[in-house]
């Protein structure tokens, strides 16, 4: 069965610094029509950070559309054309102040792929080394490390509600084989 639908019309209804909305009337696979709301996005990039000592660098740090401190692995926005690697790369060294000499991707993730289109692209880095972070002018965290087993366990118990975190975690655990 043919599944894709066809964009009849698209309005913009919202254009912000960070996200655009668009509301396009759809041809359905039935013929039929319908209304879909969007939310376009760059995209993201995150990291699962391991040291020598099989511990993860998680940042925690206040995320407001949930009025609360959120434990995650380093993370951040790209910038529309922006090479998700070297995004990636740089996140990781301003957060917490590590360049990997092991890194590779883990694969994408669509967070809420029902409106939205953002896609996180998500790395493991190893054989870490560590300089000075350099955070953004509005963006305040903490970092800490924490044994890989226990972040594991963390995410298997519901502790770590981040999906791009368990995403990273559970991808991490499984090629590693730890």
Not at 14 to 22: K, S, W
Not at 165 to 178: D, F, P, S, W, Y
Request: hydrophobic content about 35%.
């Amino acid at each position: 069965m043919e599944l894709t639908e066809k964009t009849l019309s698209s309005e913009k209804i919202f254009d912000g610094v960070i996200l655009h909305i668009r509301r396009d009337q759809v041809e359905l696979p039935g013929g039929g029509r319908s209304v879909r709301e969007v939310v376009d996005h760059p995209g993201g990039v995150c990291v699962l950070a391991l040291d020598s000592q099989w511990q993860a660098l998680l940042v925690s740090q206040y995320r407001y559309p949930y009025q609360r401190v959120v434990r995650e692995v380093p993370a951040g926005k790209l910038e529309y054309g922006e090479d998700p690697r070297e995004a990636a790369l740089r996140e990781l060294r301003e957060e917490t102040g590590a360049t990997p000499g092991e890194f590779r991707s883990l694969g994408e993730l669509y967070p809420s792929p029902g409106y939205c289109g953002e896609i996180i692209h998500m790395y493991l880095a190893m054989d870490l080394t560590f300089g000075e972070s350099s955070l953004d002018e509005d963006e305040f965290l903490n970092v800490e490390r924490i044994p890989f087993e226990e972040l594991v366990e963390q995410v298997l118990q519901g502790e770590i509600r981040d999906a791009k975190t368990i995403a990273a975690v559970l991808k991490g655990k499984l090629l590693l084989n730890l």
